[in-house]
């Protein structure tokens, strides 16, 4: 199971960017899909997560400003991202958990991670 992430880029304050999340696998395999990030000498966070059912929950400092979607015949997952602030900058990963069947369990897949800078 691959996930290819990209979009990441230098943009200024206030700017947009659209993060990409290809997976190899058809994305109902999944039971949630999200986008962390990790900053600069910071732990790894988690941003945005949507699950198979299409329920979508946020990191505080992001909501009304990042929005999670998925393309479900592109087997993708975007992460819309607006009005950006300088503490946005991070690498940005996508995250799958594979569901794994007949157990009610679920393995964590990763991304390699995109870079996000923000300028001010």
């Known amino acids: 199971v691959q996930l290819q992430a990209s979009g990441g880029g230098l943009v200024q304050v206030g700017g947009s960017l659209r993060l990409s999340c290809a997976a190899s696998r058809n994305i109902f395999s999944f039971n949630s899909m999200s986008w962390y990030r990790q900053a600069p000498g910071k732990q790894r966070e988690l941003v945005a997560t949507?699950?198979?059912?299409?329920?979508?929950n946020y990191a505080d400092s992001v909501k009304g400003r990042f929005t999670i979607s998925t393309d479900n015949a592109k087997n993708t997952v975007y992460l819309q991202i607006n009005s950006l602030k300088p503490e946005d900058t991070a690498v940005y990963y996508c995250?799958?958990?594979?569901?794994?069947?007949?157990?009610?369990?679920?393995?964590?897949?990763w991304g390699q991670g995109t870079l996000v800078t923000v300028s001010s």
């Open positions: 949507i699950t198979v059912g299409g329920i979508k």
């Open positions: 995250n799958g958990n594979l569901i794994v069947p007949g157990t009610g369990k679920y393995d964590p897949y």
